[in-house]
């Protein structure tokens, strides 16, 4: 039985009316498409005149290179036509569920009004979705007491839809970041032991604690009721497996992403809201538990003696700009001896937690695919220092290339790289703040060449909420790089997110027509 939608534009829709929306792309109603520029905080973009001026000579440290590849033509001569995506690699398409779709009882929310919006995305052909098991929700009740609740029966449902399923280990809490709309806490257990020994959460040079996630300075210190973190994190791994082995054995698990940080990415918990960070702002270093300063201590104690005891000054702090600071600025300690020694350190510590937490995942989910996601920090990409990726732990200075050592420890453990912020677009974002020197394109630019010349698969999603054709077409174009002789292509894209502002009528097809490209079953048309 057919449940009904209602769209804000009016109309009503069932899932089974969906294949007429489906047709409807492929014939003429498919030139009403959205053809106006983005709109991003101060005005509209409409030319890559405005760019030109910005960026001028040498200010990306790619621009001679051939940013052809992922569309960088555009920023020199606007398309006047896409691209026809017919004949070209498919791209599987996912969808994320929303962040409450279980709550704190493990029960899942809105049956009903679920299983129509899943039907309405097998109907437009998307391959499957995305949830996250919340480690905050099935260990709450106390150390290795596992509930997995209702996450069966959501399995379930998507099964008999003939959908797939993308599983994320999600070790960190929710709320307080960018499109966060619940809340879920890590364990209370793990909050209690924090009462007593908060050095087991990230700490900033003020001693700010932040309960995002736990400290890496206890991957192999067992303060968990007896347990280390990587110990905890791999035991939730098997039960995950144990429950859910029926899931994989069918097929319907494609693939388990494993959380390594604040918002399952890997990185440092830097730029957080509730400290009242703002964008751009640089950050902070996030390494002040007494952990993590051990770990320093050891490294300067072996290598270099005279920086035991030191940490970094005059590095500013949340909503600092780099050149405001003695740190980062052009010429800054960042790239003085102390700086690079503090740096190397610093990165190599997100490394090694990511390589012992990924060799656990392997063990745990031996014959499924991992992945692992990493964060676009894409403000300040146009600086020397790259300030906002250094305190994320990405060691990407304009004389060095941060994120190879990272694929390298991915490709290790046969772990697909899962890149955000692939439909945002250089031009757009100086137009909301030039101040900010962004450049997620060239970012994108140089994250999946690094992946893909080290041979390892790659995905992405979009960083922030995504309905019209301007922002889907980036994404083919980084999807499907033009001209590319070894036809290198993402291996997936998962959407954010499953809403109601998808749902509606203008948004569900400008939709619809994105995953026929991502299918290739659509060529291109003016724009």
């Known amino acids: 039985m057919a449940v009904n939608i209602h769209f804000s534009l009016g109309a009503r829709i069932s899932a089974s009316s969906l294949p007429i929306i489906s047709a409807t792309v492929d014939r003429g109603l498919r030139s009403t498409g959205n053809r106006c520029s983005?709109?991003?905080?101060?005005?509209?973009?409409?030319?890559?005149?405005?760019?030109?001026?910005?960026?001028?000579?040498?200010?990306?440290?790619?621009?001679e290179q051939d940013g052809s590849l992922l569309g960088f033509a555009s920023w020199n001569q606007p398309e006047a036509h896409e691209r026809d995506f017919t004949n070209t690699p498919y791209v599987p398409v996912y969808v994320m569920l929303p962040l409450g779709i279980i709550n704190?009882?493990?029960?899942?929310?809105?049956?009903?009004?679920?299983?129509?919006?899943?039907?309405?995305?097998?109907?437009?052909?998307?391959d499957g979705v995305m949830v996250d098991c919340w480690w905050g929700i099935v260990e709450a009740r106390g150390p290795r007491q596992y509930n997995w609740g209702d996450y069966k029966r959501l399995f379930q449902i998507v099964r008999a839809l003939k959908l797939k399923l993308q599983?994320?280990?999600?070790?960190?809490?929710?709320?307080?970041?960018?499109?966060?709309?619940?809340?879920?806490?890590?364990?209370?257990?793990?909050?209690?032991?924090?009462?007593?020994?908060?050095?087991?959460?990230?700490?900033?040079?003020?001693?700010?604690?932040?309960?995002?996630?736990?400290?890496?300075?206890?991957?192999?210190?067992?303060?968990?009721?007896?347990r280390s973190g990587i110990e905890v994190?791999?035991?939730?791994?098997?039960?995950?497996?144990?429950?859910?082995?029926?899931?994989?054995?069918?097929?319907?698990?494609?693939?388990?992403?494993?959380?390594?940080?604040?918002?399952?990415?890997?990185r440092y918990p830097s730029y957080p809201a509730k400290h009242d960070w703002k964008y751009p702002g640089i950050g902070e270093f996030q390494c002040y538990d007494k952990y993590l300063m051990k770990s320093f201590e050891k490294t300067a104690e072996a290598k270099v003696k005279q920086f035991s005891g030191i940490q970094p000054e005059g590095v500013g702090s949340y909503n600092s700009k780099p050149y405001e600071t003695k740190f980062f600025c052009d010429g800054g300690a960042y790239d003085g001896y102390y700086g690079r020694f503090f740096l190397n350190w610093y990165s190599q510590v997100l490394i090694d937690h990511g390589d012992q937490v990924l060799a656990m995942a392997s063990l745990a989910f031996a014959g499924t695919p991992i992945a692992a996601k990493l964060s676009?920090?894409?403000?300040?990409?146009k600086t020397s220092s790259h300030a906002a990726e250094l305190t994320a732990g990405f060691y990407n200075s304009t004389n060095r290339d941060g994120y190879t050592p990272i694929v390298l420890m991915l490709k290790k453990h046969k772990t697909t790289l899962n890149f955000t912020c692939v439909e945002l677009r250089t031009l757009d974002q100086y137009a909301a703040f030039p101040e900010a020197l962004a450049d997620p394109e060239g970012l994108v630019w140089q994250v999946l060449n690094a992946a893909?010349?080290?041979?390892?698969?790659?995905?992405?999603?979009?960083?922030?909420?995504?309905?019209n054709r301007q922002s889907f077409y980036k994404i083919l174009q980084n999807a499907k790089p033009h001209g590319d002789p070894d036809r290198r292509h993402?291996?997936?894209?998962?959407?954010?997110?499953?809403?109601?502002?998808?749902?509606?009528?203008?948004?569900?097809?400008?939709?619809?027509?994105?995953?026929?490209?991502?299918?290739?079953?659509?060529?291109?048309e003016s724009i």
């Not at 029926?246 to 959380?259: A, K, P, Q, W």
């Open 452 to 467: 893909w010349d080290a041979g390892i698969h790659v995905a992405s999603e979009n960083a922030l909420p995504c309905y």
């Open 167 to 226: 599983v994320v280990m999600s070790f960190h809490e929710c709320g307080g970041n960018v499109g966060d709309d619940v809340h879920i806490p890590l364990p209370q257990w793990v909050i209690e032991i924090g009462t007593t020994d908060p050095d087991i959460f990230f700490t900033d040079k003020e001693g700010r604690r932040n309960q995002e996630c736990l400290t890496w300075g206890i991957d192999k210190e067992r303060v968990l009721s007896g």
């Open 38 to 63: 983005c709109k991003l905080g101060s005005g509209l973009v409409k030319s890559g005149a405005l760019l030109r001026a910005a960026v001028g000579g040498s200010g990306n440290k790619f621009a």
């Open 233 to 266: 994190y791999y035991e939730y791994m098997r039960s995950f497996c144990v429950e859910f082995e029926e899931f994989f054995r069918d097929g319907v698990i494609t693939e388990i992403e494993i959380g390594l940080g604040p918002c399952g990415e890997l």
């Open 490 to 524: 993402l291996s997936a894209f998962t959407y954010l997110r499953l809403s109601p502002d998808l749902m509606e009528q203008h948004n569900l097809m400008e939709f619809v027509r994105f995953v026929k490209q991502m299918h290739a079953e659509l060529a291109g």
């Open 104 to 126: 704190m009882e493990c029960k899942l929310v809105d049956i009903s009004g679920l299983i129509n919006q899943l039907r309405i995305l097998k109907s437009i052909n998307v």
């Open 376 to 381: 676009g920090v894409h403000w300040w990409y």
